[in-house]
Antibody, heavy 119, light 111 residues
Framework: QVQLQESGPGLVKPSETLSLTCAVS?????????WGWIRQPPGKGLEWIGS???????YYNPSLKSRITVSLDTSKNQFSLNLNSVTAADTAFYYC????????????WGQGTLVTVSS | QSVLTQPPSVSGAPGQRVTISCTGS?????????VHWYQQLPETAPKLLIK???NRPSGVPDRFSGSKSGTSASLAVTGLQAEDEADYYC???????????FGGGTKLTVL
């Protein structure tokens, strides 16, 4: 059973950078699949942030593209998200997930982590 | 305002059948991009329920089924059970927005 686990600060100050890591177990991220980030403001719907393929190719939500970086660390079997210049609007549950296609269909998800942007 | 439109809520009694619609446009569902459905139980991560329009991942009961036609898709749940009470989201890809798009979510209540 593939497992994903997000980690990172639960509180980030406005204008700073939100950094999260997703550790993957029971599957090598270099073996295939896309690895992505999805977020959900409390009480609201889902928003795709971006994804990365095993090759390192990245696909970003155009509305967030100028502020995000998704990267792979195959030595640690994990991938990461950096979102800079955060505001209160970036407060959300952040989920990492695996998908077979860059077009969606995430079959394994992390449990999610709440990141609050506040001074 | 979500790119894909879902009803905010649906309800049904145990044992009944309900459907949840997901309406898109010519740049997403109508363009032929697959629709995926997720179930999100309270306080948990979304779970893939239907992939590629009408395929159930291993372990998903056959009470759940998906369909797609034109610019819309639907999720059907038959033999409603109390454990089906959750939020349901559709997801596709949009060629104009160049990214994934989600529906706003539908809350299913089992009466």
């Amino acid at each position: 059973q593939v497992q994903l686990q997000e980690s990172g600060p639960g509180l980030v100050k406005p204008s700073e950078t939100l950094s999260l890591t997703c550790a993957v177990s029971n599957y090598s991220i270099s073996s295939g699949y896309y690895w992505g980030w999805i977020r959900q403001p409390p009480g609201k719907g889902l928003e795709w942030i971006g994804s990365i393929y095993q090759s390192g190719s990245t696909y970003y939500n155009p509305s967030l593209k100028s502020r995000i970086t998704v990267s792979l660390d195959t030595s640690k079997n994990q991938f990461s998200l950096n979102l800079n210049s955060v505001t209160a609007a970036d407060t959300a549950f952040y989920y990492c997930a695996r998908h077979a296609s860059r077009l969606g269909g995430s079959d394994y998800w992390g449990q999610g982590t709440l990141v609050t942007v506040s001074s | 305002q979500s790119v894909l439109t879902q009803p905010p809520s649906v309800s049904g009694a145990p044992g009944q059948r309900v459907t949840i619609s997901c309406t898109g446009s010519s740049s997403n569902i109508g363009a032929g991009y697959d629709v995926h459905w997720y179930q999100q139980l309270p306080e948990t991560a979304p779970k893939l329920l239907i992939k590629n329009n009408n395929n159930r991942p291993s372990g998903v009961p056959d009470r759940f089924s998906g369909s797609k036609s034109g610019t819309s898709a639907s999720l059907a749940v038959t033999g409603l059970q109390a454990e089906d009470e959750a939020d349901y989201y559709c997801q596709s890809y949009d060629s104009v927005l160049r990214g994934w798009v989600f529906g706003g979510g539908t809350k299913l209540t089992v009466l």
